[in-house]
């Protein structure tokens, strides 16, 4: 049962749900003009950037810097690049006290790197700071290019209205694009709606990265901010499709990801895994992927309302942002 997403069903269906991604129609298994390969991992259309992309990311953030061992973590990360899942998402402050994640990917991307679409993200709002980050960034990752570039973390309406401003991350970002060393920008939020409804409004963003599994009061996410960037013809990247699991017995990692994917429009769903047996798991379902039915909808949605109404999850602060532990 596919379900796709509009203001009014957003409000009638999802007022304490998990929104996310789903298989299309014209989803793909072959590689035809894909430069990438999927491996039998269906794949969907990234907003109207024109690049397909496997429903499942591999997040490269802190559950999967939990991982201490660089020969395993970067086993995983060979592992799931070469069963199709070629999204690799990390930023410029993702890290554990040992080292960088982006310096963790750039050890097999140079050797790779045209099998990878690449994906981080510069946290710096002044243009001279982002400009550093970014060539960091490249530097770390080593590679010349980077595949999509994301404003990391919208905090506010005000934010989002200054980051084009003159001397800002926006000028640099579009600057780095027109050379085509970053193909592709967007941005993240988790913690305010009109600030990534505002984002999404004010520039020439093509992908927007959000919280999806997630509640803080007063904010409309889904009513809101995902509808406007979807019409907008953003690709939507849902994330922290698995938090509830950090708060309530008896929801399974299969279900909560059936649960997003039985949703339309949104891109793909990303996620952290931090062992082999996490991921060959997560690989099996998204093969072989089936939506939840209305009922089994209904089930998990009302299984959800004890989360979305808990106070006390670090991550729903407005000040959180992911992937840091050093």
């Known amino acids: 049962m596919k379900r796709k997403i509009t203001r009014r069903k957003f409000v009638k269906t999802t007022l304490s749900t998990a929104a996310a991604v789903t298989v299309l129609p014209s989803m793909s298994f072959s590689r035809g003009s894909n430069p ?17 992309v496997p429903i499942l990311g591999y997040g490269c953030g802190s559950r999967f810097m939990a991982e201490k061992d660089n020969d395993v973590a970067l086993g995983l990360l060979e592992y799931g690049l070469n069963n199709g899942l070629y999204y690799w998402d990390t930023a410029a402050i993702y890290a554990n006290k040992e080292i960088s994640s982006e310096e963790r990917l750039g050890r097999i991307l140079k050797s790779r790197r045209d099998e990878v679409f690449l994906v981080t993200k510069v946290g710096e709002r002044d243009a001279d700071k982002a400009k550093e980050q970014i060539e960091r960034s490249l530097q ?10 994301h404003v990391h973390s919208i905090q506010s309406v005000e934010d989002a209205e200054t980051l084009g401003d003159k001397g800002k991350v926006l000028e640099v970002m579009h600057d780095y694009r027109d050379q085509g060393i970053v193909k592709h920008i967007g941005f993240t939020g988790h913690a305010s709606a009109d600030g990534n409804k505002r984002a999404a409004e004010l520039y020439d963003f093509e992908v927007m990265m959000v919280a999806l599994n997630h509640y803080t009061k007063g904010e409309k996410l889904e009513e809101e901010a995902f509808p406007f960037a979807i019409e907008k013809g953003l690709g939507v990247v849902c994330m922290k499709a698995l938090r509830p699991r950090d708060n309530i017995e008896g929801l399974s990692a299969e279900t909560l990801i059936r649960y997003a994917l039985t949703y339309e429009d949104f891109s793909l769903v990303n996620i952290g895994m931090d062992s082999m047996e996490v991921l060959k798991e997560n690989i ?5 992927y089936t939506p939840l039915n209305d ?18 999850v670090e991550w729903m602060h407005p000040s959180y942002v992911d992937g840091h532990m050093a």
């Open 36 to 52: 990438y390969d999927p491996k039998g991992i269906p794949t969907k259309d990234l907003g109207k950037t024109g690049v397909k």
């Open 140 to 149: 770390r990752l080593q590679t010349d290019h980077i595949d999509l570039l």
């Open 295 to 312: 009922q089994e909808m209904k089930e998990v949605q009302a299984t959800l309302t004890p989360f979305f109404q808990h106070k006390d």
């Open 284 to 288: 099996a379902l998204v093969k072989n």
